[in-house]
């Protein structure tokens, strides 16, 4: 065990990265300069999603593509339990994002339902950046299928897989 496992200085952001926006980002990288330890844990087959466009190691990909400068990332796919996932990583915090008022509501159940789980891991929420506060990955998704321009938005190896993946403008 490192110290920062001893210390609990990990924290364990999660998501399905389906994929990963500048507002995912925003967040991973504000955890960076908080925690000693960010593990981005890429939820394998997301519940409330029933397909996902890209496959886990490749949204784990783009993930560690733009985090390895930061280098206290580590990005890794789980499909058990958060809050196993969480204590197999010596992690005592969980670290969200909040957007506008949608999220608060989900937010809160979960937190309730982990909190029953493992009192010991606290949820820690951090606000959207403005810029990133109305981004969500689905509304992504469905602006590059219409050829909108999304390179503001999502890195730029993302917004080039979306463009193959799903545009039909000009099909
Ligand atoms: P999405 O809702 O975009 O599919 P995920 O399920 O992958 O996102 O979300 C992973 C985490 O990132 C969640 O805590 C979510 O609230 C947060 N998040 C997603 N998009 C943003 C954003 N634009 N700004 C801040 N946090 C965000």
């Known amino acids: 065990m490192n110290e920062a496992i001893n210390d609990g200085r990990v924290a364990v952001c999660p998501g399905s990265y389906d994929p990963v926006t500048n507002g995912h980002l925003d967040i991973i990288q504000r955890a960076a300069r908080i925690f000693d330890l960010v593990v981005v844990g890429v939820v394998d087959q997301p519940l409330r999603k029933q397909t ?54 989900y937010e809160f159940e979960m937190n309730q339902l982990n909190r029953k789980l493992a009192p010991n891991i606290e949820s820690v929420y951090m606000m959207a950046s403005p810029d990133y506060s109305f981004l969500r990955s689905s509304g992504i998704k469905e602006m590059a299928t219409f050829g909108a321009d999304v390179t503001d938005l999502v890195p730029d190896a993302v917004a080039k897989a979306l463009h193959e993946r799903l545009s039909r403008v000009g099909d």
């Open 52 to 105: 996902t466009l890209f496959t886990a190691e490749e949204r784990r990909g783009f993930l560690l593509q733009e985090t390895e400068k930061l280098g206290n990332v580590q990005v890794e796919v789980f499909d058990t339990l958060l809050v196993d996932f969480a204590r197999e990583h010596g992690a005592r915090s969980l670290v969200k994002g909040l957007r506008a008022i949608s999220d608060f509501e």
